[in-house]
DNA sequence: CTGAAAGCGCTAACAC
DNA sequence: GTGTTAGCGCTTTCAG
């Protein structure tokens, strides 16, 4: 069976001309329709619904420079607290009729870049991001040039730039604080690299914690850098289960990379909590069902993508506002003998 | 702190201003980097950098016509099955330089619309959807109107449109034929609605399985229309042990559903499978890792996005293609006696 | 209430 | 190697 043929698409123009009207009318029955009469109303919208009509996007926005339309960058869109942040986001969006668009940097940075640039070319109204380093300049140029931007799950380095974050130092002091009164001494801390600020933040709360309990942190912990996934505490616990002095406790620094080290953990035949305790971040839906259920740093996840779209969506000229959240932690037997 | 007051974008021709040279130069500069001669060409980009000029991505679409972005609208963005055919999708662009974004319709074909016409007005290379109701005219029209369209997880029922399925209607009779064989007779179906046209075939799926058996659905099958995710399970998993004559089998749409049921059943007292036996679909990363690991239906998810961007980027006048993958059983101890 | 026309920012001929 | 210019499709004065 032969296919339509892709023809040009219909332009405004078109649509004037067959309708018998000029194309100012046919802008006004598409944004004014008021300023029509009922009549040529009708012989337009005809000739629209027979030309199978629709608006290019592009040269609308060339010509009024804006769209109900706001972009998001996130580390890992296959990670639960991620999709949940996109949750809260479109939830607040979605009153004022914007919409959502959301794009994976796999933390690197280039990847980053390239959908920063691809949003702001397109003139998005403003950009969510988590960023993928610690370094926020090309944010801030960004910003100096008109785009709303609204840093995501970080604070902001700087004071021009909005952001909505969770207390990470205090979120690592939580979950480490808690091992060690369990009686651990020997902590294994399955982060991310310290370029991703939330690591080097949970990171530095870990040793807090560990020097509040008059403890050196050098003797009681210990970290591995991973991939922030399953597979990532899928490697970390296996060259951790490996060793003679493995340690008695494993910290993840979210939920997925907890889920891989649970299961090579009960693969390898240890008992959880009893030969090693875990504790996760982020407390995501499944958390709680688990063969041993986890022990996790809960964080007010969609409540930060909706303050964060509340941000975003202010008048274009409201001071840069920083939102810090508190996470607590919700114990459970995965850490708790 | 006063902040940077957002003035007007700098455009090309401000930089041909500042370079002393022509816009048309400047696009050179652009595009064909080796049409200009080496001095001119730093003049232009010291020029680019002082004023910060990023092209408009609108002016130029407007101009060429088209983009390499693809767009993607899927039912849930939460659910990591959905995500990780996103993560098939993005792997395989990637290799073309082509870039994803993703919407999510809530199952709601009105935003499903709204992300259609977004993506059609911003001149996307094409959109790949999981349509949210089992009407797809609008998509044909779409097609027609030259937009490349692909449609992800259920055949199309056009010859028109390429899609990348897995075969609902055998999933769906594998579970069941799997609780058949485990002797259950009183299976409930946490499904969501008939609309969808994945639920309608793993509804028909299940009630071949028990015809095959020489038993009647309506004495083994009852359905229960839920919402496809983790409250929607745990509602109908509530209705369900309410009732005297409740079912020994739990069979559920999907594994986000599955563990919102594990999760009532395990709080009411309930032995899984011993109580009662629970299947899910897609077989997602946790599934295998829950308190009760979990039998489910297991798709090639991965290979499923892969497919699907494959189909897309092929030529525009390529023949539409229709791919069908076949799912299997996962069994574990959720069903296994 | 409708039409004419300018112009948003860019690219691609086409001159020179 | 560089400049000039038409025109992509649309919205928005400004006349009438």
Same mark, same amino acid.
């Given at each position: ?8 698409? !219909? ?20 944004? =004014? ?9 009708? =012989? ?23 769209? $109900? ?40 940075? +280039? ?15 403003? &950009?969510?991001?988590?960023?993928? $380093? ?8 960004? !910003? ?8 995501? @799950? ?9 952001? #909505? ?30 370029? &991703? ?13 560990? +020097? ?18 399953? @597979? %990532? ?10 060793? +003679? ?23 390898? %035949? ?8 875990? #504790?996760?971040?982020?407390?995501? $839906? ?16 969609? +409540?930060?993508?909706?303050?964060? !779209? ?5 008048? %274009? ?21």
């Amino acid at each position: 069976m032969p296919r339509t043929t892709a023809r040009r698409r !219909a332009s405004i123009s078109d649509v004037a001309r067959l309708a018998g009207v000029s194309v100012g009318t046919v802008s006004n029955v598409l944004n =004014r329709p008021d300023r029509v009469s009922e009549a040529t109303r009708e =012989r337009v919208e005809t000739a629209i619904a027979q030309l199978q009509f629709v608006p290019n996007g592009s040269a609308r926005q060339l010509r009024v420079g804006t769209i $109900t339309t706001v972009g998001a960058v996130v580390l890992d869109i296959a990670n639960p607290f991620f999709t949940d942040l996109a949750r809260g986001i479109e939830a607040r969006l979605d009153q004022d009729d914007y919409t959502l668009m959301v794009a994976s940097s796999d933390e690197d940075p +280039e990847r980053e870049a390239r959908y920063l640039r691809l949003y702001e070319q397109h003139g998005v109204q403003g &950009i969510m991001v988590v960023p993928a $380093t610690d370094e926020v300049d090309h944010l801030v140029a960004l !910003a100096d040039r008109g785009v709303r931007i609204v840093l995501l @799950d970080r604070p902001s380095p700087v004071e021009s730039l909005s952001s #909505v974050a969770v207390d990470d130092v205090h979120g690592g002091a939580l979950a480490v604080r808690h091992l060690l009164e369990q009686g651990h001494t020997r902590i294994a801390f399955l982060n991310g690299p310290h370029t &991703i600020h939330q690591c080097a933040d949970r990171w530095a709360g870990a040793v807090q914690a560990v +020097e509040a309990a008059g403890l050196d942190p050098a003797d009681v912990l210990e970290e591995l850098t991973v991939s922030l996934n399953a @597979d %990532g505490g899928d490697a970390g616990t296996r060259a951790l289960v490996a060793r +003679e002095d493995r340690p008695t406790a494993i910290f993840c620094v979210n939920d997925l990379v907890a889920l891989g080290s649970l299961r090579v953990l009960r693969r390898a %035949g240890f008992s959880v909590p009893d030969d090693v305790a875990v #504790v996760g971040y982020d407390d995501v $839906t499944f958390a709680a069902e688990l063969a041993t259920p986890l022990t996790s740093v809960r964080q007010p996840t969609h +409540e930060l993508g909706v303050r964060a !779209a509340d941000l975003l969506l202010r008048p %274009g000229d409201a001071e840069p506002e920083h939102v810090m959240f508190q996470p607590t932690l919700v114990v459970r037997e995965s850490s708790a003998k």
